[in-house]
């Protein structure tokens, strides 16, 4: 006769096999799976970045603009007669300096197009650069308060020369993702010729995680319509690049 707490112990075994189900003795080798943080978690694929060819392929040349345009012939004078100014607000600071440098998203253009106006004299530079989508976001979102920020402001030129500056909104193309347009008008006295009146549009396109940035400045005549027909014709390049690029990929 077996005894009692034997019994007992061979019941409650025989209590969990049948709980656990015909298949339980068997057994594939592998551990069961382990919960994971989404941390730990393996990150959906980031596309890749254009590659130097793709971004060239993507630039706009003088022929999008017309027959008065063509290959820059160095960069204008007003450059550093109108634009090289400062002024207390951080904000308008910084628009003057990104306008001066070109640099509006603060890392290096994967491609650039210089071109002139050989007949107005409107000066034309085109960049392509790649951020996170967010990134640039937030950077035309910054563009947008502009016109309230700084819509006339005093800045200050080398040697104490004043700068009157006005910044208004301009009404960027319907392309891309997500756009931005300002216009900034500096009157003061450039070297050697007296007051002058420079006007420079600057308008940026976000192409999911690239973006352009058109900026034409003239002493004359805006060039409003060139610098809207390079972000249109320029997103759409991208756009179509960057479909042709994941294709591959």
């Known amino acids: ?50 590659t130097p060819a793709q971004a060239d392929a993507a630039l706009i040349t003088e022929a999008d603009l017309g027959e008065t345009w063509g290959p820059t012939q ?12 400062t002024t207390a607000d951080p ?16 890392t290096a253009p994967r491609a650039t197009a210089a071109l002139d106006d050989y007949a107005g004299g409107a000066q034309l530079h085109y960049r392509i650069t790649s951020h996170r989508a967010a990134d640039v976001d937030r950077t035309l979102a910054w563009l947008a308060t502009l016109p309230d920020t700084c819509g006339h402001v005093t ?25 931005q ?6 009157t003061g006295a450039a070297a050697g010729a007296g007051p002058a009146v420079l006007t420079v549009d600057l308008v940026a396109v976000r192409v999911g995680d690239d ?19 390079a972000a249109e014709t320029g997103a759409a390049r991208l756009a179509e690049v960057r479909r042709q690029g994941r294709a591959q990929v």
């Open 211 to 229: 973006a352009i940035t058109v900026t034409s400045g003239s002493l004359g005549e805006p060039a409003e319509d060139a610098t809207l027909t």
């Open 155 to 179: 800045a200050e030129a080398a040697g104490g020369a004043a700068r009157d500056v006005r910044v208004t909104g301009v009404t960027p193309p319907e392309a891309g993702d997500a756009r």
């Open 1 to 50: 006769m077996v005894p009692l707490p034997a019994v007992l112990l061979l019941s409650a075994v025989l209590v969990a096999c049948s709980a656990a189900g015909p298949d339980a003795h068997q057994s594939d080798g592998t551990l069961p799976a382990t919960p994971q943080s989404p941390a730990a978690l393996p990150s959906a694929a980031v596309p890749p970045a254009l």
């Open 181 to 186: 347009g300002l216009r900034v008008t500096v």
């Open 74 to 85: 160095g960069a204008a004078t007003w450059r550093d007669d109108l634009l090289k100014a």
């Open 91 to 106: 904000d308008c600071r910084r628009l003057l300096d990104v306008l001066y440098t070109e640099d509006l998203f603060g």
